[in-house]
């Protein structure tokens, strides 16, 4: 039965493209939102399309420091980029391009109305696609992150909704930003599976990285093992985040739905298939009905994949968070309509067979070590969130 779900979307924010080589290409939303629509999984009712909006620069200094908003405006109009480097701008990963601000501001205003959308109880579950940039700081850009659209909704559903928030981060990458901007903050708790730092950028995300001052025990990391594939994966989320649940309580889920770890990912290590996608968010939504009234406010993230494997898993995000059936067979109209531009041959199915991924080796040692790194982290951590206010 469909929930009644927003999609959070306008072409417009296809404007945060760093460069045409640049791995985090905007083709990919595209490709996300075309094959929504040719699956028919937007009625126009209870799964409808909604516009973004701007963030206003009050929004963005509820997270983001002063002197960093106005370099990142002064940069955008043009002006002299001396010193960018001291902002995390101006680089490789994350480079200056025109009008940066804008069309970060309107990502960021994505999530926003992606958030207003649920806390005011108009829709139960919402998807800011374009979302997700979970690597800017408080005072800088990093890792293809201007603003951290996930912390400026974070901060704005704490203020205007004084709710109590669970941030949860599966993206490859470590939500590093996000975690630093509440990393001392009782009333976020985020939580983060990633592949380990010891072998992927941003080097952190580590079990003992557990908060600071009252937040002491409200950050909590998993890091898998390079080469984890969907069983392990999945079997820490069905165990770990019913526990986190059942202990914090939040009034309200956000979720980054990095689709990066995925085998066919040019820039991670990880085994997953579609798989872990469409379990993933169908775990999500199912400890969300049961604890916070449902509410669930999701974003994309990673996935330099774009043609293979982008497309398909933010379907299947789609689907589960609007309570929809995804058929498996991807439309000949999507296939034709793209099958010309795209530089491998694409997927006619929007799960992945089974078959496709060869055996990994070391498996059974992987999973073990990801089973001692839960353990690890069950051991230190939850007996600090089950003691916050329940007397447990």
């Known amino acids: 039965m469909s929930v009644p779900s927003a999609l959070v979307w306008d072409p417009a924010v296809t404007g945060y493209r760093f460069r045409p080589d640049h791995p985090f290409n905007p083709k990919r939303l595209d490709l996300s939102i075309s094959l929504i629509e040719a699956l028919g999984l937007l009625d126009g009712t209870t799964c409808r399309m909604e516009a973004p909006r701007m963030a206003t620069d009050e929004e963005l200094l509820a997270v983001h420091s002063r002197e960093y908003v106005d370099a990142v405006k002064r940069f955008s109009a043009g002006g002299s980029t001396d010193g960018a480097a001291r902002y995390g701008l101006g680089t490789d990963d994350t ?46 850009g990093s890792g293809f992150c201007v603003y951290s659209d996930l912390a ?115 820039l991670t290590h990880l085994r997953a298939s579609t798989r872990l996608y469409e379990e993933t968010i169908r775990i999500v939504c199912e400890v969300a009905d049961s604890v916070c009234g449902g509410r669930v406010v999701a974003t994309g993230g990673g996935g330099y994949a774009i043609w293979q494997v982008v497309p398909r898993a933010w379907t299947l995000i789609w689907g589960g968070l609007s309570g929809q059936q995804v058929p498996n067979r991807v439309p000949r109209e999507w296939l034709d309509r793209w099958q010309g531009e795209a530089p491998v041959l694409l997927p006619e199915c929007v799960r992945d067979p089974g078959e496709d991924l060869a055996p990994v080796p070391r498996r059974e040692e992987i999973e073990a070590t990801n089973r001692r790194t839960l353990e690890s982290l069950r051991r230190q951590a939850l007996p600090l969130i089950r003691g916050y206010g329940l007397g447990w």
């Open 95 to 140: 480079p200056i391009f025109p009008g940066m601000h804008d069309i970060t501001a309107l990502v960021t205003g994505a999530t926003l109305r992606a958030a207003e959308l649920v806390m005011s109880g108009e829709v139960k579950r919402s998807f800011s696609i374009a979302g997700g940039l979970h690597h800017a700081h408080h005072d800088r």
């Open 152 to 266: 400026v909704a974070i901060a704005w559903i704490r203020r205007e909704h004084q709710a109590r928030v669970l941030y949860l981060d599966y993206d490859a990458h470590h939500g590093d930003g996000v975690q630093g901007i509440f990393y001392a903050d009782p009333e976020v708790l985020t939580l983060s599976l990633h592949e380990s730092g010891r072998y992927l950028y941003p080097g952190t995300g580590f079990v003992d990285e557990l908060g600071e001052g009252e937040g002491y025990g409200y950050s909590l990391n998993l890091p898998l093992e390079p080469f984890t594939e969907d069983g392990s994966w999945l079997d820490i989320h069905r165990k770990l985040l019913p526990e986190v649940i059942e202990a914090y309580r939040p009034d309200v889920i956000v979720v980054q739905n990095g689709c990066d770890g995925h085998s066919l990912d040019p």
